[in-house]
Protein backbone atom coordinates (compact mmCIF):
# COMPACT_ATOMS: atom_id res chain seq x y z
CA UNK A 1 0.00 0.00 0.00
CA UNK A 2 2.83 2.24 0.05
CA UNK A 3 1.75 3.59 -3.80
CA UNK A 4 -1.13 5.51 -1.80
CA UNK A 5 0.24 9.23 -1.62
CA UNK A 6 0.09 11.25 1.88
CA UNK A 7 -3.45 12.38 1.44
CA UNK A 8 -4.86 9.29 0.92
CA UNK A 9 -2.48 8.01 3.81
CA UNK A 10 -3.76 10.10 6.39
CA UNK A 11 -8.03 9.55 5.22
CA UNK A 12 -7.49 5.49 5.10
CA UNK A 13 -5.80 6.30 9.12
CA UNK A 14 -8.93 8.67 9.98
CA UNK A 15 -11.04 5.20 8.67
CA UNK A 16 -9.54 2.55 10.63
CA UNK A 17 -8.97 4.72 13.90
CA UNK A 18 -12.87 5.44 13.32
CA UNK A 19 -13.34 1.56 13.44
CA UNK A 20 -11.18 0.87 16.65
CA UNK A 21 -13.63 3.73 18.46
CA UNK A 22 -16.92 2.33 16.74
CA UNK A 23 -15.03 -1.98 17.66
CA UNK A 24 -14.29 -0.44 21.37
CA UNK A 25 -18.15 1.36 21.46
CA UNK A 26 -18.92 -2.48 20.59
CA UNK A 27 -16.67 -4.04 23.64
CA UNK A 28 -18.46 -1.62 26.10
CA UNK A 29 -22.25 -2.70 24.57
CA UNK A 30 -21.12 -6.57 24.43
CA UNK A 31 -19.34 -6.57 27.95
CA UNK A 32 -22.72 -4.37 29.69
CA UNK A 33 -24.96 -7.01 28.25
CA UNK A 34 -22.79 -9.92 29.89
CA UNK A 35 -21.54 -11.28 26.40
CA UNK A 36 -18.01 -11.00 27.67
CA UNK A 37 -16.12 -13.45 24.93
CA UNK A 38 -17.55 -10.68 22.77
CA UNK A 39 -16.52 -8.24 24.40
CA UNK A 40 -13.26 -9.77 24.64
CA UNK A 41 -13.34 -10.06 20.88
CA UNK A 42 -14.41 -6.33 19.92
CA UNK A 43 -11.59 -5.30 22.25
CA UNK A 44 -9.18 -6.88 20.11
CA UNK A 45 -10.25 -5.46 17.42
CA UNK A 46 -10.64 -2.33 18.63
CA UNK A 47 -6.48 -2.17 19.10
CA UNK A 48 -5.93 -4.28 15.29
CA UNK A 49 -7.91 -1.13 13.62
CA UNK A 50 -5.90 1.49 15.96
CA UNK A 51 -2.74 -0.43 15.28
CA UNK A 52 -3.93 -0.50 11.26
CA UNK A 53 -4.15 2.80 11.33
CA UNK A 54 -0.69 3.91 12.52
CA UNK A 55 0.88 1.51 10.11
CA UNK A 56 -0.96 2.94 6.60
CA UNK A 57 0.59 6.21 7.68
CA UNK A 58 4.07 4.45 7.18
CA UNK A 59 3.35 2.74 4.82
CA UNK A 60 2.66 -0.82 5.40
CA UNK A 61 -0.24 -2.62 5.42
CA UNK A 62 0.28 -6.51 6.88
CA UNK A 63 -2.52 -8.98 5.69
CA UNK A 64 -2.41 -11.13 8.91
CA UNK A 65 -2.95 -10.23 12.68
CA UNK A 66 0.73 -11.20 13.63
CA UNK A 67 2.00 -9.46 10.32
CA UNK A 68 0.61 -6.16 12.19
CA UNK A 69 1.92 -7.34 15.42
CA UNK A 70 5.50 -7.49 13.55
CA UNK A 71 5.03 -4.57 11.67
CA UNK A 72 4.11 -2.64 15.21
CA UNK A 73 6.95 -4.10 17.06
CA UNK A 74 9.42 -3.15 14.05
CA UNK A 75 8.29 0.15 12.33
CA UNK A 76 7.49 1.49 15.83
CA UNK A 77 8.92 -0.09 19.46
CA UNK A 78 11.95 -1.08 18.00
CA UNK A 79 12.12 2.57 16.48
CA UNK A 80 11.42 4.21 20.20
CA UNK A 81 8.33 5.59 19.04
CA UNK A 82 6.21 3.08 21.02
CA UNK A 83 7.10 1.13 24.28
CA UNK A 84 6.70 -2.61 25.13
CA UNK A 85 3.62 -1.68 26.85
CA UNK A 86 1.93 -0.99 23.26
CA UNK A 87 3.09 -4.23 21.45
CA UNK A 88 2.49 -5.97 25.09
CA UNK A 89 -0.92 -5.20 25.22
CA UNK A 90 -1.52 -6.37 21.72
CA UNK A 91 0.04 -9.63 21.84
CA UNK A 92 -2.09 -10.18 25.47
CA UNK A 93 -5.76 -9.43 23.07
CA UNK A 94 -4.63 -11.40 20.26
CA UNK A 95 -3.73 -14.22 22.20
CA UNK A 96 -7.25 -13.91 23.87
CA UNK A 97 -9.45 -13.11 21.13
CA UNK A 98 -7.85 -16.44 19.75
CA UNK A 99 -9.15 -18.43 22.26
CA UNK A 100 -11.96 -17.05 22.65
CA UNK A 101 -13.02 -17.55 19.32
CA UNK A 102 -11.26 -21.43 18.39
CA UNK A 103 -11.50 -23.11 21.99
CA UNK A 104 -14.18 -25.06 22.77
CA UNK A 105 -13.67 -24.95 26.51
CA UNK A 106 -12.70 -21.29 26.76
CA UNK A 107 -14.51 -19.44 29.01
CA UNK A 108 -14.29 -15.85 30.03
CA UNK A 109 -15.51 -14.19 33.08
CA UNK A 110 -16.62 -10.65 34.22
CA UNK A 111 -12.92 -9.68 35.53
CA UNK A 112 -10.68 -11.26 32.16
CA UNK A 113 -13.83 -8.92 29.98
CA UNK A 114 -12.96 -5.66 31.64
CA UNK A 115 -9.44 -6.10 31.75
CA UNK A 116 -9.56 -6.80 27.90
CA UNK A 117 -11.60 -3.33 27.60
CA UNK A 118 -9.07 -1.26 30.00
CA UNK A 119 -6.61 -3.05 27.57
CA UNK A 120 -8.02 -1.76 24.89
CA UNK A 121 -8.75 1.67 26.02
CA UNK A 122 -4.95 2.21 26.91
CA UNK A 123 -3.86 0.94 23.80
CA UNK A 124 -6.39 3.25 21.75
CA UNK A 125 -4.60 6.44 24.44
CA UNK A 126 -0.91 5.33 23.25
CA UNK A 127 -2.12 4.99 19.94
CA UNK A 128 -4.36 8.39 19.02
CA UNK A 129 -1.26 11.12 20.23
CA UNK A 130 1.62 9.20 17.72
CA UNK A 131 -0.62 9.32 15.02
CA UNK A 132 -1.51 12.75 15.15
CA UNK A 133 2.15 13.34 15.17
CA UNK A 134 2.76 11.43 12.41
CA UNK A 135 -0.40 13.47 10.23
CA UNK A 136 1.03 16.36 11.24
CA UNK A 137 4.54 15.76 9.87
CA UNK A 138 3.14 14.24 6.68
CA UNK A 139 1.09 17.32 6.84
CA UNK A 140 3.18 19.42 6.58
CA UNK A 141 5.58 17.59 4.02
CA UNK A 142 3.11 17.33 1.43
Sequence with gaps: MDGLNIQEKIVLSDSRFIKSKESLTDAHTSFNAGMYKTSVNRS????????????????????????????????????????????????????????????D???IDKNDAENALKQAERFIEIMEPVRQVLIKEMSSIG
Excluded: C, W
Aim: aromatic fraction near 10%; avoid cysteine.
Design 44 to 103: YYAVLHAARSLLILKGVDPVRHNGVKTMLSLHFVKAAILTQEAIRIFRNLMTLRTDVDYS
Design 105 to 107: FET
